[in-house]
């Protein structure tokens, strides 16, 4: 019969439903390759970085053997060197000191004008008040006087 039913057509594997399995087993394959790389770069990262640390401490050792060994003669204009700077910062403390000295003695003078100024504005103050209770004690005087006078 011409019509068959569903035959070998049917069964063979549609082309559009291949192609994902087929994209996903690239990708995978990918990422193998991708993680494997990873894999070998930390490895010779880890190797690059324990050469250099084993360079800079052999670096370490010949320059502590280097300044261990130098002769008394080459040590000497770094040790010149090294206490004219200290006796220059000396020379600027003494002068920071001798400053602060100066303002301190300022300031005790400032103070001492202070409380004199205090001191007579307190005398200042007392002889104000004096002075009007005197007047008051006149002015009352003054009225009684008057009321004693006959009108």
Not at 2 to 18: H, I, N, V
Not at 68 to 88: M, T
Request: charged share 35%; net charge negative; hydrophobic share 35%.
């Amino acid at each position: 019969s011409p019509r068959q039913g569903p035959g070998p057509a049917a069964e063979r594997p549609d082309p559009s439903r291949l192609r994902p399995h087929v994209v996903l087993a690239q990708e995978n394959t990918q990422i193998r390759d991708l993680q494997q790389e990873n894999r070998e770069l930390w490895v010779s990262l880890e190797e690059h970085q324990d050469a250099l640390e084993l360079i800079m401490s052999k670096y370490r050792k010949q320059m502590l053997q280097l300044l261990e060994g130098r002769k008394r003669e080459e040590a000497e204009p770094v040790l010149k060197v090294h206490q004219a700077n200290s006796g220059e910062i000396e020379s600027q403390i003494d002068r920071i000191c001798e400053m602060g000295e100066v303002m301190r003695k300022a300031v005790q003078v400032d103070d001492e004008q202070f409380f004199k100024v205090q001191e007579k504005l307190a005398q200042l103050e007392l002889e104000n008040k004096e002075l009007r209770e005197l007047l008051s004690i006149s002015k009352e005087s003054f009225e009684v006087g008057r009321e004693d006078l006959p009108d």
